[in-house]
Nanobody, 128 residues
Framework: QVQLVESGGGSVQAGGSLRLSCAAS????????VAWFRQAPGQEREGVAS????????YYSDSVQGRFTIAQDSAENRVYLHMNSLKLEDTAIYFC?????????????????????WGQGTQVTVSS
């Protein structure tokens, strides 16, 4: 059974940093498209960043480009999201998701329905 468990969320002041971790069990992170999404109250789920672990291709939303970095650790079967220069608008629940339909394109990676498995989410709160 595939399971994804997020950790690393918390409260941080604007300008600070956090590292989110997505631990996978039941499959290996190789050859999967793994993404981080976030959802703020009253808003739709938004794709933040993704990585195709079979080749390393990464995508980022415009709102986090240059501030967030997604990375894989195959030895630990984890995918990380390094978040720097956090802003108030980054406050949301962050979800890890995995898809097994090959590498997604730049138009596909941010579509939630393309992912087969989801974690339970971890809260990130950025304050002034």
């Amino acid at each position: 059974q595939v399971q994804l468990v997020e950790s690393g969320g918390g409260s941080v002041q604007a300008g600070g940093s956090l590292r989110l971790s997505c631990a996978a069990s039941g499959y290996t992170v190789r050859n999967a498209h793994v993404a981080w999404f976030r959802q703020a109250p009253g808003q739709e789920r938004e794709g933040v960043a993704s990585i195709y672990t079979g080749g390393g291709t990464t995508y980022y939303s415009d709102s986090v480009q240059g501030r967030f970095t997604i990375a894989q650790d195959s030895a630990e079967n984890r995918v990380y999201l390094h978040m720097n220069s956090l802003k108030l608008e980054d406050t949301a629940i962050y979800f890890c998701a995995a898809g097994f339909s090959g590498a997604f394109s730049s138009h596909q990676w941010s579509v939630p329905s393309r992912y087969n498995y989801w974690g339970q989410g971890t809260q990130v709160t950025v304050s002034s």
